[in-house]
């Protein structure tokens, strides 16, 4: 039976734990267990920045119905931002009435409001970051956003949106560089003894040679091998293919174009990922990718809601 977040999980773990400089010191942990909802809503380039197609009354639902702690959003404008804060205060969905943060990567893309990501929680969030990644000369700024909860400030939830280019700047890939930059915020964050989620659109399949400093040897299947990070992503066991996941995107893109099927389990790509520090795991985690949908009087977005469900330790 899973458990839920809303009620703290009476289990409380006590014995030396290895802090921040490598000193064990007898410390309080709680576990909980999370659920984590994600979308790449195309908020723009298939919803054209509108509230009324559809795509925001589906995502409320969606994040009530599969009873999420937290949820993010990529591609998303300003007023479907707000419009989601509506929906979701309607639905008594959040605890309180700070409970949603936005960073904004361009600053007029949607007849002039802004276009970024967002982050929504359940219980109050406290004062968020947010951190500029390497520019992709495309214009805006990408970002990594992340909060706390007000109430367990050791407990983080972050979203981030990496670039789809794949130029060469200042010598080296930008995705690479952006990818190493979120990695670099997040191993930080853990320093300074934070558990962190963070859900979003990566723009890299699990088994590109980039994500191996990400995933935990632990992972080591035909699928996803040579890894030497930290992370798992809460669809790496999949029994469909093993240490990838589902596809996170449908048959065409917001363009219009096809989007085909690849190796290594003959489906299309899964970008959008779910990361834990696999230290901060406390027990089995699932992850899914969810069915098209047709809210929006057909595909929404060209992205698929993906969700997860983890227990977790955090510091008290």
């Not at 591609?75 to 605890?95: F, I, N």
């Not at 300074?192 to 992972?219: C, K």
């Amino acid at each position: 039976m899973r458990l839920s977040a809303r009620a703290l999980v009476a289990v409380l773990t006590w014995g030396a734990t290895l802090l921040p400089g490598g000193t064990a010191h007898a410390a309080d942990t709680v576990v909980e267990t999370i659920n984590v909802w994600q979308w790449n809503v195309a908020g723009w380039v298939m919803n054209d920045g509108s509230t009324t197609t559809g795509m925001v009354e589906a995502a409320a639902a969606s994040i009530v119905n599969r009873d999420a702690d937290f949820a993010a959003f990529n591609e998303l404008c300003w007023s479907q931002y707000v419009a989601l804060q509506d929906r979701l205060k309607a639905a008594d969905w959040p605890e309180g009435d700070s409970f949603a943060r936005f960073a904004t990567i361009r600053e007029t893309t949607c007849d002039g409001e802004p276009f970024g990501i967002a982050l929504f929680s359940r219980r109050q969030l406290g004062i968020a970051k947010k951190y500029d990644l390497p520019a992709d000369g495309r214009g805006g700024v990408h970002k990594l956003l992340c909060a706390p909860l007000d109430a367990r400030p050791h407990l983080r939830f972050c979203t981030t949106h990496i670039t789809g280019s794949e130029a060469t700047i200042g010598g080296s890939n930008i995705k690479t560089q952006q990818l190493a930059a979120v990695r670099g915020h997040l191993e930080d964050l853990h320093d300074n003894g934070d558990t962190v989620l963070v859900a979003g659109d990566f723009n890299v399949r699990p088994h590109d040679e980039r994500l191996d400093n990400w995933y935990a040897s632990s992972l080591d299947v035909p699928n996803n091998a040579g890894n030497t990070g930290a992370y798992r992503e809460l669809d790496d066991e999949d029994p469909r293919c093993p240490g990838v996941g589902e596809t996170t995107v449908n048959e065409v893109n917001g363009d219009g174009e096809p989007i085909g099927v690849e190796e290594p389990c003959g489906q299309r790509p899964k970008i959008d990922l779910l990361f834990v520090r696999e230290s901060a795991i406390a027990g089995p985690y699932t992850g899914d990718a969810l069915g098209k949908g047709t809210a929006c009087g057909g595909a929404c977005s060209d992205h698929r809601v993906t969700i997860g469900t983890v227990p977790v330790r955090i510091r008290l």
